[in-house]
């Protein structure tokens, strides 16, 4: 192991990054409180500044895949569809399979520069955590509870409320619902039987009302759908804990463009329409398993160095204080601080 790959291993790199993170995002998170005072009177201002004090929190996550672990990402797509990603608003449709899927489909947005102004469909307990559920909660993000009878309402209001949002966006989604797990797929596809549905192998069964609301409320706004999905080489089984850990993966992800007027404006149909999707997508993932690759055109969108140099920032911000109060500290010469001090670094070794 290198020194470089050696660092990237230790603890206190991963303590001194994740304090960058939640100090930066605490920070930030208190600079967007203050913003509130333009929404009644400039609602586009406050949504703008937002968008950049956003990417400001999400971009040091995208940094650490990008960066810090070097993970690769292959882009399969038509190279037609490819010139117009970025410049429209779309519907992103992600599988759930990874720890990491989430990250990766935040580093497609950051590739087209629209990762500023992405938004999801998020469990509203997310938006009481601090740094990024309160980010999310000033970008506008449309929370639900998982209770549709209590959630159509809330979720179809936050849906209309991005009708005149200022900035291209992508609304990501899980129709999924959940991480795949065997034990998981096995329940799915139970229901699947009683339903009469056909059977996946690869995917569990796609929740189509959040779809289909998400279809008919953001249509005339977003352009296309983009059908994604994400598999990384070697049966790479990618954590968090590997990311900060430096470790570098090989991600493949096929992205097809799906014009938003081939989707049905019916509620059944556009459900209909959504399971054939997922059958497709079982036949795709099928295909990478057998061959190592999917259809269309390889091609590696080029890496922009703001996340980079937005961590910096923060980096150059923050350690300089916090050094220098360990300096102070160490310098008091007091034996509980020296103790403390060698414990971190035991630990950490």
Known sequence: MDITGFLKSQFICHLLICYIFIVSGLIINFIQLFTLILWPINKQLFRRINCRLAYCISSQ????????????????????????????????????????????????????????????LAKKELSYVPVIGWMWDFREIVFCKRKWEEDRKTVMQGLFNLRDYPENFWFLIHCEGTRFTEQKHQISMQVAEAKGLPKLKYHLLPRTKGFAVTVQCLRNVVSAVYDSTLNFRNNENPTLLGVLSGKKYHADLYVRRIPLEEIPEDEQE????????????????????????????????????????????????????????????????????????????????
């Open 61 to 120: 996550m995208v940094m650490l895949l990008e960066w810090w672990s070097g993970t690769d990402c292959t882009l399969y797509t038509d190279p037609e569809s490819f010139h117009k990603y970025g410049k429209e608003n779309a519907i992103v449709i992600l599988n759930h399979n990874f720890e990491i899927d989430f990250l990766c489909g935040w580093n497609f947005c950051e590739r087209f520069g629209v990762l500023g102004s992405a938004k999801v």
């Open 270 to 349: 556009c459900s209909n329409w959504l399971h054939k999707l997922y059958q497709e997508k079982d036949a795709i993932q099928e295909e990478y398993y057998r061959t190592g690759i999917y259809p269309e055109t390889p091609i590696v969108p080029p890496r922009r160095p703001w996340t980079l140099l937005n961590w910096l920032f923060w980096a150059l911000l923050l350690l300089y204080p916090l050094f220098k109060l360990l300096i102070n500290m160490v310098s008091s010469g007091s034996s509980l601080t020296l103790a403390s001090f060698a414990f971190v670094f035991i630990v950490g070794a």
